[in-house]
C-alpha cells in the first residue's frame, strides 16, 4: 500500500526528460540501462524495474534515485519506507535532478516526512529555481514577497516573479503587474503593469481583462 498522509506529487519521470531535469548526463550505457528501466515500469514489470532503479541508484544515478524514492512513496516495492524514500530523493536533489529538488522542497514545506522546515524547503526550491524550475522560481518569490522561509524583500521578490512569468507561469505574470502597478520591490510603471496583465489575459487569468482595460482608462486619462 502507499505510504499514508502524502501530499508530494508522486510522478516518474521518463528517461527521455531527464535531460530537461539538469542533472549531469548519463554516459550511453547507463542511459540505456536506465531507459530498459522506464519501459519495464511503464509496462508494469515492477520487479525488474525495481531491481534497475537500485543497482543505478547504487551507481548515483540521480533519476534512477528519483525514481525508487517515488516507487516506495507509491507503496510499489516490497517494504514500503518512507526514511528510504527520503534519503533517495535527497540524494537525486544533491545529484542536481530538479524534480527531486522540488519534490524534496515541497516536502520539507509541508511536513510529508515528519516535520517542517522552511528555511531548508527554500534553500531546494533556491537551488531548483536557478536551475530554471518555473514552480521553483515562483516559490522563491512568494518566500521573499510574504517573507516567509526568506527575508521579505520585495525587490528580490519581483525578481523571482519575473523569471517565473518569462516561464510562462500566469500567476506570476499577475503578481509582477501588480508590482509595476504599485511601485512595489520596483520602480512604477504603468506600461510595464499593462504588458503583464495582457499577457496574463491572454494565458486565461479572469482578473486581468479587467486590470488592461482600467490601466488603459488611467494612460489616457493622463495623457490628455
Not at 110 to 135: I, K, T
Request: with cysteine.
Amino acid at each position: 500500500m502507499p505510504l499514508p498522509a502524502l501530499r508530494l506529487c508522486c510522478a516518474l519521470v521518463l528517461a527521455t526528460a531527464v535531460a530537461a531535469q539538469a542533472a549531469p548526463a548519463l554516459p550511453a550505457a547507463l542511459q540505456t540501462e536506465l531507459d530498459r528501466a522506464v519501459l519495464d515500469y511503464g509496462s508494469g514489470r515492477l520487479a525488474p524495474a525495481l531491481a534497475a532503479f537500485e543497482s543505478l541508484a547504487r551507481r548515483h544515478v540521480p533519476a534512477a534515485e528519483y525514481n525508487l524514492a517515488v516507487m516506495h512513496l507509491r507503496g510499489e516495492v516490497p517494504h514500503p519506507d518512507r526514511a528510504a524514500a527520503e534519503r533517495w530523493l535527497r540524494a537525486a536533489a544533491r545529484g542536481g535532478f530538479v524534480t527531486a529538488q522540488l519534490m524534496l522542497a515541497r516536502s520539507l514545506e509541508n511536513g510529508d516526512f515528519g516535520r517542517r522546515d522552511l528555511a531548508q524547503a527554500h534553500d531546494w526550491y533556491e537551488r531548483a529555481a536557478v536551475a530554471g524550475s518555473v514552480e521553483a522560481q515562483l516559490a522563491m518569490g512568494t518566500a521573499h514577497y510574504l517573507g516567509r522561509g526568506r527575508a521579505k524583500d520585495p525587490a528580490r521578490a519581483a525578481a523571482w516573479f519575473r523569471q517565473a512569468a518569462q516561464g510562462g507561469d500566469v500567476g506570476a505574470m499577475y503578481l509582477l503587474a501588480s508590482m509595476y502597478e504599485q511601485g512595489d520591490g520596483v520602480e512604477r510603471d504603468l506600461r510595464l503593469a499593462r504588458y503583464w496583465y495582457a499577457a496574463a489575459a491572454q494565458l486565461g487569468d479572469v482578473a486581468a481583462p479587467g486590470k488592461v482595460q482600467e490601466l488603459d482608462a488611467r494612460m489616457a486619462g493622463q495623457a490628455s
